[in-house]
């Protein structure tokens, strides 16, 4: 059994949730104004569904005007344009989202760049990704899931990590770059290790605070681990688990892993996220902290801090 402290993503979004909700009885009750959430989806892969479906509902639950827009497989690029133009005109829209991924014919950047930067939600758009790399993370809405991240790093070191090395493994623009940037600004010492960094082990031996980002199941074990190290384990993999049996038509049922091997490295982390039930649910809980913050600002005022 580990000493380990384990990070409830679940528990954490519930509270951000709680507050969100609250703080949007307040704007309401004092501006009139309805935090609006605008969520697109274009295909109908199945994980992106249920995502979407639970944005959709988090949002009802926060007191959001909550619109969602399900689109079919075959939509074109300039369809999907006049849809986000359409939002970006609309006031009652303070937070517009594109699930990724996007069907091939689709030009993902392109998209992300015709979304108003200030009803960026997502933190995706050039505008945003520069105010976070310049430090401006004030005015910067921030990706949702480094942002889940890094409240789960607060909660257990303080908002101050001078001192810290942080390893981040991944360098993917919606992880692994700007979850450098924030670690950055709070003051750590930052590395990213990704597929070509030789001994990856030993660098993320090194790491105070390790985020693992990579989309490899279980690949970080217990020599990648320093002891006492806060680890944050951002992978979503399903895998075979023959040993749960078949499904009706026969395929091996999966069980879901990070891209830490969670007992493995349990045993030497002083803190740890699960998979499930770690940061995955902490990406929605921040969707809601940055709706509400567009609310916030389109009423001339200062949301409150998650
Ligand atoms: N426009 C965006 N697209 C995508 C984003 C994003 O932030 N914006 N992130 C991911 C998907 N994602 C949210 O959209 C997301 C992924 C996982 C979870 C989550 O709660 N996962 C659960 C497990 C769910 C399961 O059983 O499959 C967990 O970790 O506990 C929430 C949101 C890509 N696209």
Do not use: W
């Not at 991924?101 to 992300?112: A, H, R, S, T």
């Not at 921030?142 to 257990?156: E, F, H, L, S, Y």
């Amino acid at each position: 059994m580990s000493d380990a402290t384990v990070m409830d993503g679940k528990a954490r979004s519930r509270s951000i949730i709680d507050q969100v909700t609250e703080a949007t009885r307040t704007l309401k009750s004092e501006t009139g104004i309805q935090p609006g959430l605008a969520v697109v989806i274009v295909g109908s892969d199945p994980a992106s569904q249920v995502y979407v479906g639970s944005k959709a509902k988090r949002a009802e639950e926060c007191g959001f005007k909550s619109v969602k827009h399900e689109l079919p497989e075959d939509t074109s690029e300039a369809d999907l344009l006049k849809i986000v133009d359409d939002l970006n005109r609309d006031d009652s829209i303070h937070g517009i989202l594109v699930q990724l991924p996007l069907p091939k014919q689709i030009d993902e950047g392109k998209v992300i760049q015709a979304i108003d930067a200030d009803k960026d939600v997502d933190g995706f758009h050039l505008i945003n990704v520069g105010r976070l790399a310049t430090g401006a993370s004030e005015d910067a809405f921030v990706p949702c899931t480094p942002a889940g991240c890094m409240v789960m790093i607060r909660d257990v070191l303080g908002d101050d990590l001078s001192g810290l090395n942080a390893v981040i493994v991944g360098r993917s623009n919606i992880v692994g770059k700007p979850m450098a940037q924030l670690l950055l600004a709070a003051n750590a010492t930052v590395t990213i290790a990704h597929s070509r960094t030789k001994n990856i082990a030993a660098v993320c031996a090194n790491a105070d605070i390790l985020v693992a980002a990579v989309g490899r199941p279980e690949m970080i074990t217990a020599e990648y681990v320093k002891d006492g190290a806060v680890v944050v384990d951002v992978g979503i993999n399903r895998i075979d688990a023959p040993e749960k049996g078949t499904n009706a038509d026969g395929s091996v049922k999966s069980r879901l892993v990070g891209d830490v091997a969670y007992e493995d490295a349990a045993e030497k982390a002083r803190a740890i996220t699960p998979v499930p039930g770690g940061v995955g649910p902490m990406t929605i809980g921040m969707l809601m902290a940055n709706t509400l913050r567009s609310a916030y600002r389109a009423a001339g005022r200062d949301a409150p801090k998650f």
